[in-house]
């Protein structure tokens, strides 16, 4: 079965700092361009950030920019998002995606406080 699982989320201040983890399974994760998501309450998904699948090509939504990097460990089937300077409007759902799979995390609960 294929399994992506999401870790890292929580309750962070504003200017604080975060890193998300997608634990891969059940996929040639190295063949993959991966990407995170979020979903935030009464909006749609949307995309925050891409890899490619050898890690060389990134790509983040312009309000992350500058303060987010995706990152991925092909040895260990990890994908990462680090967040830093986090805002209140950065608060979602985070999504863990194997982008052409079209296979979906769970997610994992990013709140920001003021």
């Known amino acids: 079965q294929v399994q992506l699982v999401e870790s890292g989320g929580g309750l962070v201040q504003a200017g604080g700092s975060l890193r998300l983890s997608c634990a891969a399974s059940?996929?040639?994760?190295?063949?993959?361009?991966m990407g995170w998501y979020r979903q935030a309450p009464g909006k749609e998904r949307v995309l925050v950030a891409r890899?490619?699948?050898?890690?060389?090509?990134?790509y983040y939504g312009d309000s992350v920019k500058g303060r987010f990097t995706i990152s991925r460990d092909n040895a260990n089937n990890t994908l990462y998002l680090q967040m830093n300077n986090l805002k209140p409007e950065d608060t979602a759902m985070y999504y863990c995606?194997?982008?052409?799979?079209?296979?979906w995390g769970q997610g994992t609960q990013v709140t920001v406080s003021s």
């Open positions: 890899i490619s699948r050898g890690g060389s090509v990134t």
């Open positions: 995606a194997a982008l052409m799979l079209n296979y």
């Open positions: 059940g996929i040639v994760f190295s063949i993959n361009a």
